[in-house]
Each structure stands twice: as structure tokens, then as C-alpha cells.
């Protein structure tokens, strides 16, 4: 019977990475923390919440038990099918607040979600199959491959979702090698096309720049999510507010409070301690995803796990970036904290594949 | 030039590019310190500050709802402005010992608590909630003079609904009550969610449900300056709400009154309809309940007796109750039967008292039979067997074409949400009303009893006083409306709702007069003629039963061997009077027996009232209609209580 039992825990956890597993636990609990006081006024999203965490839970189980050479099999399946339904948007796709995000498949699905986790994978395979015989032309095809769901994504529009699968595959490909000459020149060549770009701008995303560079220009319009959220990251000073006692989220200044710009209630009433503690624990789970890619058995895995690393740390940076309004305001959730299904078990399906490849880093 | 790569060295540089990519996380998160440390430390004051002075706040002006008048002005739905006393249990530490605290000053039933416990759950932390309302002046005054006691209880002057009539016409009216987390989610799915910014009422049923939008009203804001507890120190700027639209309805509460006391303790529906304009003139539901229950949350004790009594209080039975018409169909089978040819007026059958088809014999009501019987003397006699043949002659697909188009078997179209669509029924509704094959066939024995009004046939009360009124009107079929004007406070302004004809049926004069006749003859020396006796107006109608519970063949039915609730439904439908018909009706007494003992003198009251102003006996003194004035809205005093509310700062 004790073995019965010690065989089912060991089923039920021999592909966790306990040191992940506790650090992502600690964020969520912050997370419920700070969204019970932000959902004062709305309490069934803090109910929703824990059923999300539940199935984004599931989701990270199934997929730490998934082998990575099994994972690189679904790259290229999943990055045709997310590009094709990219395309189907571009052709199809609904209309939602003016933007072409959207597209009905039997439910009605946001296919650049999908190029989030798509795109690392896919790049790694790439990176993989050359693994010999790499040579400069293939950083160019990974480019192409880059660039395509990129710039449909551009413009749907979807600036932040573009910014993040733009980094998700700048990442593998900086990982995998490309030289850094070919990286300044790219750099280099990115600021010099920045009028170009400019002009390219929808409207309100320029808008969303300028309000950054002087928020007081428009303090009731554009301007007032920037210079709220700020009022409540500093007014936060040290020790904070006190739980439940942010004056500027609950007297409704912060907009957006449940999902984006939770960080601005956390840091108003918890102040610089919280912040620090949210940081250093973002540094610990960004640390460990990169031990995990550094003892990494394959360059599949290798690149993965370093990429996908990084796409947390971008979430995390600027998101906190934008609120603490040194970054331009674009939808991009704080992970584990901020409020939404979708988004917690894409971040959670990252944790599981880290934990996938921490797990088999001994099988090459 | 395939240079083959050592794997070594690969692993060498990737980890290089590790340490590259986490000394770029620790320069950023090292730039977001910086920033969280220049804002939390350096310009904390600055921040602090500007938080401070950042608590401008707007809050809503919720509109006065729209009141609801009978066609003569009589108010069946109002407000009144009453205080409450609210606790906002965020603010306030101990709730149990605060509650105890406040029942010195202010009576709190255990009742109140319970009530107070159930709102707490339903809503969010922040919300003011009502420990008790309608506070008496003695206890107002005796709370504001302790106020400073108690932190987190506020007195609020707010607008209560009532419904002055009670238990009259409340299907009708409906009853507003406190807007669920459901009703929330149908809010922001249309997107109307910031018009109800401090509402707590939202119409739940009958017209303050269908009309919700007129009632309503356009929300207010008010920018207030607000202390650091968040309450409103001074009002800086306003924008007034605008009240909600008045309805006028087409229903005359007086007839009403006499259709429902008239029903009395018997189940049972009225409908009464002006058939030139489709006004409904009572829309009568027994048995029934006081709306006024609902408003501030039923209790539990109420909410199971209402819920669970087998009468079923709750439904309202001439909009969604279903009943085989009976003989009442019988006018409608026999119109059907001229404008597609199957029948003359003039053609006559030899009744025998039985009608056999297959091997199956099908009674009449007469033993014997009526003998020689035209199409006038069958509405007037009720002769079953001349349907019978007609059904069958007709056949099944006929019938139910002919019929759709008065509106069997479908909405009417009433401004009143939830109407039932009944059955009319036909081998394709059978198709797919039935899972199993072998049932979904339609057996052509099944035509017969449908020319009585029997079998499938379910209609709602509302659907036969609907036809019942479009027979009177010559084929013209009205939408049935309930709201007559929708009124626009400020203005004054009545805005009269859509009269137009829905469509016109292909009906003769000449064939109408047949049935018209017939129906005439019923009250005259027909069923329901002991009923009608003496009645100084011409009119016309149909009784009929309708059978509860089959029954055997040869079987006889006997009232009193069968339990109250399987007995025969009886129905009257009619109109008068006969050539210039003000007035149409329908009549169910559920479980009365034969049409013309329960049914009919209801329709006679009705009548009588309608064209001579004549009431019965029993009810000697009508409803008043309003003085004027007396219907005015009462505008909610917020000056009244700024010394409650807020903390003035002049």
C-alpha cells in the first residue's frame, strides 16, 4: 500500500523542478494577495483567478512530463498551423476596439498567442537540424522565419504581442550563436530605421510613445494611465500603504488594475520592499531558467530553455517598465501576478517545457 | 567549405551568452530599481502629495425610475423617498459589535441582520449596504445625534419602488429588485454598465423587465471632493441624471380588479383586448403574489411559500400558461374551413351523437346528437361531431396552415418578455417534438379531436384572445400591447407605442357574419345563453371545456368522482358587441367545469363593466384614480441630508 502511494507521488512528481516549482508558487500567492484588494469591487475574478491557476497547474504538469525530443516533433506543426491561422486573421479575422486580433475556428481564438511559444520552438528546431553545419545563410532564413508572424502580428495591430515574439526569436537566435558584428550592425540599422518605423505607427501607438516622453501633455486623456500609475508607484514610498489601503486603486485611478497594471496596487500598497521581494524573485526564477538551459543536453533544449527564459523576463521588465512609466503603455500582463486565463498558462506552459528540460538534461 | 562544429565549443559559447543575457536582466532590473528607488524614496513626498490631493472622485446620480399608470392614471408602480441606514463593512472593524451598537438607536430585527448577511455575500467589499431602510424621523434623528460613534454607518436618503396595489395586476406591472452578479454580466455584455453606476435595482419581471430601458433613466455624475476616507467633502460639478420614461398603460386597473376578483380563489386566467387597437384592456393571472416582497430581497420563508405552493403563484398564467382551447377553437376551425372551401355555411350534417373513424368512436357532449346541423348552428349547439368530420375532411396540414395565421402557435408579439409560443400542431412539429421514430409519425386519428380543440392543441390565453380580437376585427390582426404611452417626465411629452396592423387576414365579410352569428347565437340561445340574459348590448362568443385528464372511451365524465385538479378547464371567448366590438375576451377557470357555468360570467362582468360602466355586485367601490399631483415624482431631496452625508465645508 506505501508503495502503491510513494509510486503515485513519484508519478505525480518526478518531472517538477521543486526550485521552480517554489519560487512560481511564492509569485502566485503574491499574485492572489494583490488581486483580492484589486478586485475589491469585481470579487468573482479573484474565484476565476484560482480556477485559472488550477488549469494552468494541469497544464504545467502535462507538459513537464512531455520529453523535449518529443516537444521539438510539435515545432513545426505548430508553427505552420499558428501562421496559417496568422494569415487567416489578416484575411478573416474579427474586429474587436479596432484591431484584427481575433478569428473563429469553432471558438473564437488570438492566434499570436500561440506565436509566443511557437516561434522559440520552432527557431530552436531550426537551430537543431543545422546544428553541424551551421552557417551564415541559415541565421538569415531563421530571420525570415522570425520576421513573417512578426509582421503579421504588426499589423493586426498588436504592437506588445509583435515586441514580445520579435524577442522571443531574437533570443533564440542570439543564443544559437549569431555573431555579435552581425548583431551590432542589426542594432545599428534598427535605430537608423527608427523614422522609418515612426511612420509606419498607427496613431494611437505613436500617441502611446509621445504620452511616455511627457505624460503631462494630456494628464486626462492618454497621459492619465501613466501619471496615476506612477502617482501610485510612489506614493507606495517605502513600507507601502498597507494591504487593501492603496487610496489610489480603490478610489478607481488606476485603470486596467485586475491585469496590466496590477503591478501599480502591489507597489502602492506594499512600496519599495515589495517591489524589491518581486524582483528578487523574478531574478531567481530567471536565474534558474537559465542554470536549467545552461546544463541543457541538446541545442534544442539549450536554446528553449534560455529563450523562453528570457520571454519572462521581458514580460516582467516591461510590464513593470511601462508602469513605473519608463516604457511606452503596451498590453503585456505581469507574469504569474496579473489577472487572465490565457496568459497564465502560456507562461505556464514555458515553466513546464524549463521543467521538461531540467527534468531530462541526463537522456541525450 | 561544411565545417563541422565542436560541440565542446558550442557549449562553451552558449554558456558565455547565458552570462551576456544575465548581466543584460540584472542591468534592467538594476535600471527598474533605480526607478522604483527615485520614485518610493527620492520623490516620495512629491508622490505622496499628489495622491493626497488626487481624490477628486465622481460619483453617480442614479435617475428617478419611470412610474407606471394605468390608462386613467391610476399608479401601479411608484417611488418614495425614505432613509436608510447603511453600513460599509470595509470600514468597519468589528460588524457584529457595531450592528449591536446601532440597535440602541435604531430598531434591527433578526430578520434585518439575516438580510444585511445575505446582501454582505452577494456584493463587493467596498459597497455602502442597508442594515435597515424606511427609518422612522424619531430614529434618524436619535442616530444622527450618536453619529460620530460610529465610523463605516452612514444615513442615506434614498428612492424606494412600490407597488401601491399590491397583489393587483402584478403579473403585469412586474417588480424590480437588486441587480445579481447575473444581471451584472448582461449589463456589460450590452455594454450599458456605467448607466447603472450606483443603481441597486434592476426590473426583474413583467414590464418593469420589458421596459427597463424606458424606466431606467440616464445615470448623473457629480465630481465631489472626497477626505481620506473616501467620503464626499464638496461637490464641485454636476451632471443632473434624467429620469426614467412613465409608462401608460393601455390596462384599465378597475377591469382588471373585476377579472381578478372575479377569478378569485380559483386558478385561472383573464385577457381582455380592445380588438381595433390591440390595446389590452386586463391581463388577469390567479393566483397571485405581492410584488412588493421582492424589492429589498425576499425572505426565505416567502420565497418557499411562493415557490413551492402547487398553484403555482409565480406563473403568470395568460402569458406562459398552455391549455387545450377546447370548444373555443371551434369559430377559427369553422372560419378555416369557408376561406380554404372545405365547407359552406350552408352545408348540414345528421349528428348522431358519435362520430366513428377506424375503429375508434369518438363522443359528443349531446347523447343523441343535435341532429341536423349547419355551420351556424354547430358554434351555437357546440356540436362536436361536425368538427370531427371537418378535421378530418380538412386533414391535419390544412388546419394548422389555416390557423398559424391568427396566431396560433406563435408570439402574439406582446410587450412583455417570456410569452410562451404554445402548440399548433402539425406533422412537422410532431416530427420535432418527438425523439423516437415511431412517434414523430403523425397517425391521421390524431386529426380528429384537433377540430374540437383537443389533442395537441395548447394555446395561452393571450393567443386566443388575440385571435378572439382579430375575428372581431374583420381579420385585422393588432400586435396586443400593453403599453399605451411612454411619457417623458420632463417634457411631459406622451409618445404613443406602434398601432399599426400587423397584417390582414383573407377573410370575407360574408364569412365572418357566419361565425359572427354563430357566436352570437351561443349567448343568445346557445351555451352561454342563461349567462348572457338580459345583457342590453348585442354580443358574441364560444364556450368550451377542455380535458384535463383523457378519457376513456364510453367513459362518462363525472365532475365528482375526479380529484379538484384533473377536472375539465373551462373557457369562454367572445366579443361585444356583436357589429362595433369594443372589447374582446378569453376565460380560462382552471379545473371549473363547463365553460359556461365558471367562464362565461366572468366575460359577462366584463362586458358589463367595459360598455355600461356597470360593476358587480360584490365590488361596490372602484379603485381611485390619482388626484393630480398625487402621481408626481417625488424628487429626491440631496440637500436634505448634506449634514448626514457629507461633512460640509464652506
Not at chain 1, 525570415?144 to 509582421?151: D, I
Not at chain 2, 439575516?114 to 455602502?128: A, G, P, Q, T, V
Not at chain 2, 369553422?334 to 362520430?355: E, H, N, V
Not at chain 2, 365524465?557 to 361585444?576: C, N
Request: proline share 5%; net charge positive; charged share 20%.
Amino acid at each position: 500500500m506505501k508503495d502503491k502511494a510513494l509510486q503515485f507521488w513519484s508519478l505525480l512528481t518526478d518531472s517538477l523542478d521543486w526550485w521552480l516549482l517554489i519560487i512560481v508558487s511564492m509569485l502566485l500567492t503574491l499574485g492572489l494577495v494583490v488581486l483580492y484588494s484589486a478586485a475589491y469591487d469585481i470579487q468573482h475574478r479573484f474565484n476565476d483567478q484560482l480556477r485559472n491557476i488550477v488549469v494552468a497547474f494541469g497544464v504545467l504538469w502535462v507538459t513537464s512530463k512531455v520529453p523535449p525530443q518529443l516537444l521539438s516533433r510539435f515545432a513545426v506543426p505548430i508553427y505552420v498551423i499558428g501562421v496559417t491561422l496568422l494569415i487567416a486573421v489578416a484575411l478573416f479575422g474579427i474586429v474587436k476596439k479596432g484591431a484584427r486580433r481575433w478569428v473563429n475556428v469553432g471558438l473564437v481564438i488570438q492566434p499570436s498567442e500561440i506565436m509566443k511559444i511557437a516561434m522559440p520552438l520552432m527557431l530552436a528546431w531550426y537551430f537543431h537540424q543545422r546544428e553541424m553545419f551551421l552557417r551564415f545563410y541559415d541565421y538569415a532564413i531563421a530571420l525570415a522565419l522570425l520576421a513573417v508572424p512578426v509582421a503579421l502580428i504588426a499589423r493586426q495591430p498588436d504592437l506588445g504581442t509583435a515586441i514580445l515574439v520579435l524577442g522571443a526569436g531574437s533570443y533564440v537566435i542570439f543564443f544559437a550563436g549569431l555573431s555579435w558584428k552581425v548583431m551590432l550592425a542589426l542594432a545599428v540599422g534598427t535605430a537608423a530605421s527608427m523614422p522609418l518605423v515612426w511612420g509606419m505607427l498607427h496613431d494611437y501607438q505613436r500617441e502611446r510613445v509621445l504620452t511616455l516622453l511627457d505624460p503631462a501633455s494630456d494628464p486626462l486623456g492618454k497621459g492619465f494611465h501613466i501619471i496615476q500609475s506612477t502617482i501610485a508607484v510612489g506614493s507606495g514610498g517605502i513600507t507601502g500603504k498597507g494591504w487593501l489601503h492603496g487610496t489610489q486603486a480603490h478610489l478607481e485611478f488606476i485603470p486596467e488594475r485586475h491585469t496590466d497594471f496590477i503591478f501599480a496596487v502591489w507597489s502602492e500598497e506594499f512600496g519599495l520592499a515589495g517591489n524589491v521581494l518581486l524582483l528578487v524573485l523574478y531574478l531567481a526564477l530567471i536565474g534558474r531558467g537559465l542554470f536549467i538551459a545552461s546544463g541543457a543536453p541538446t541545442l534544442f533544449a539549450r536554446l528553449l530553455a534560455g529563450a523562453i527564459t528570457l520571454i519572462l523576463f521581458t514580460y516582467a521588465f516591461v510590464n513593470m517598465g511601462m508602469v513605473s512609466g519608463i516604457l511606452p503603455v503596451v498590453g503585456v500582463p505581469l507574469p504569474m501576478l496579473s489577472y487572465g486565463g490565457t496568459a497564465l498558462v502560456t507562461q505556464f506552459l514555458g515553466i513546464g517545457i524549463l521543467m521538461s528540460i531540467s527534468r531530462h538534461k541526463k537522456v541525450v | 567549405m561544411t565545417e563541422l562544429r565542436n560541440p565542446q565549443i558550442e557549449i562553451r559559447r552558449f554558456r558565455v551568452r547565458l552570462v551576456v543575457a544575465g548581466l543584460f536582466v540584472l542591468a534592467c532590473f538594476g535600471v527598474l530599481l533605480a526607478r522604483f528607488v527615485f520614485l518610493q524614496v527620492i520623490q516620495y513626498e512629491t508622490y505622496q502629495a499628489a495622491a493626497e490631493e488626487n481624490r477628486i472622485s465622481v460619483l453617480p446620480v442614479v435617475p428617478n425610475r419611470g412610474l407606471i399608470t394605468d390608462r386613467n392614471g391610476v399608479v401601479l408602480a411608484r417611488n418614495y423617498s425614505a432613509y436608510t441606514l447603511e453600513i460599509t463593512p470595509s470600514k468597519v472593524k468589528d460588524l457584529e459589535a457595531t450592528i449591536n451598537a446601532l440597535s440602541a438607536f435604531v430598531e434591527i430585527q433578526p430578520r434585518d441582520r439575516k438580510r444585511f448577511k445575505k446582501l454582505m455575500d452577494e456584493s463587493k467589499n467596498f459597497d455602502s449596504l442597508p442594515i435597515r431602510t424606511r427609518l422612522t424621523d424619531e430614529e434618524v434623528a436619535r442616530f444622527a445625534a450618536n453619529r460620530w460613534k460610529f465610523k463605516g454607518v452612514d444615513i442615506k436618503a434614498r428612492l424606494f419602488r412600490q407597488y401601491p396595489l399590491g397583489e393587483l395586476a402584478a403579473n403585469v406591472v412586474g417588480y424590480i429588485a437588486r441587480i445579481s452578479p447575473k444581471d451584472v454580466e448582461m449589463l456589460e455584455e450590452k455594454g450599458i454598465e456605467a448607466n447603472y453606476k450606483g443603481s441597486e435595482h434592476i426590473g426583474k419581471t413583467g414590464l418593469e423587465k420589458t421596459y427597463e430601458k424606458e424606466l431606467h433613466g440616464q445615470t448623473g455624475f457629480e465630481r465631489v471632493e472626497v477626505d481620506a476616507g473616501g467620503r464626499a467633502v464638496r461637490t464641485l460639478a454636476r451632471e443632473p441624471s434624467s429620469s426614467g420614461n412613465n409608462l401608460i398603460l393601455s390596462l384599465d386597473i378597475r377591469l382588471q380588479e373585476i377579472a381578478e376578483k372575479a377569478l378569485g380563489d380559483r386558478k385561472g386566467a383573464v385577457v381582455a383586448i380592445d380588438p381595433k387597437t390591440g390595446d389590452v384592456l386586463a391581463f388577469a393571472s390567479r393566483p397571485g403574489f405581492d410584488p412588493n416582497l421582492f424589492i429589498d430581497g425576499i425572505d426565505q420563508a416567502n420565497w418557499d411559500l411562493l415557490n413551492n405552493d402547487p398553484d403555482r403563484p409565480l406563473l403568470n398564467r395568460p402569458l406562459r400558461g398552455t391549455y387545450p382551447p377546447g370548444s373555443t377553437f371551434k369559430p377559427f376551425m369553422a372560419i378555416a374551413a369557408l376561406t380554404t372551401g372545405k365547407r359552406t355555411p350552408y352545408q348540414s350534417i345528421s349528428d348522431p351523437g358519435f362520430f366513428v373513424y377506424g375503429n375508434h368512436r369518438f363522443r359528443d357532449d349531446k347523447v343523441g346528437g343535435h341532429g341536423s346541423v349547419d355551420m351556424v348552428k354547430s358554434i351555437s349547439v357546440s356540436c362536436d361531431t361536425y368538427y370531427y368530420q371537418l378535421a378530418v375532411d380538412m386533414g391535419i396540414e390544412t388546419i394548422s396552415r389555416s390557423l398559424a395565421p391568427w396566431g396560433f402557435g406563435s408570439l402574439t408579439g406582446i410587450d412583455l418578455d417570456g410569452e410562451a409560443e404554445g402548440v399548433l400542431p402539425s406533422p412537422a412539429w410532431k416530427q420535432k417534438r418527438f425523439k423516437k421514430a415511431a412517434q414523430q409519425r403523425w397517425f391521421p386519428g390524431e386529426t380528429v379531436s384537433i377540430g374540437i380543440g383537443q389533442g395537441y392543441n395548447s394555446y395561452t390565453p393571450l393567443q386566443i384572445a388575440h385571435a378572439t380580437a382579430t375575428l372581431a376585427n374583420n381579420g385585422v390582426v393588432m400586435r396586443p400591447k400593453l403599453v399605451k404611452y411612454i411619457q417623458n417626465v420632463r417634457t411631459g411629452q406622451r409618445v404613443p407605442t406602434d398601432t399599426t396592423p400587423v397584417r390582414t387576414l383573407p377573410v370575407t365579410a360574408e364569412q365572418l357574419e357566419v361565425i359572427h352569428r354563430g357566436m352570437q347565437l351561443v349567448n343568445l340561445e346557445g351555451t352561454a345563453a342563461s349567462v348572457f340574459r338580459g345583457a342590453p348590448y348585442t354580443s358574441a362568443g364560444k364556450t368550451g371545456t377542455s380535458q384535463v385528464i383523457a378519457m376513456k372511451q364510453n367513459e362518462v365524465y363525472d365532475e365528482k368522482k375526479i380529484a379538484q385538479r384533473f377536472r375539465d378547464h373551462a373557457l369562454y371567448m367572445g366579443f361585444a358587441p356583436k357589429d362595433e366590438p369594443r372589447i374582446a375576451v378569453a376565460v380560462i377557470v382552471e379545473n371549473g367545469g363547463f365553460g359556461s357555468r365558471s367562464a362565461a360570467p366572468i366575460a359577462r362582468q366584463l362586458f358589463d363593466f367595459h360598455l355600461l360602466g356597470k360593476r358587480p355586485d360584490s365590488l361596490p367601490t372602484p379603485i381611485k384614480p390619482a388626484e393630480p399631483g398625487e402621481e408626481n415624482e417625488p424628487e429626491l431631496d440631496r440637500e436634505l441630508v448634506p449634514e448626514l452625508e457629507k461633512e460640509a465645508v464652506r
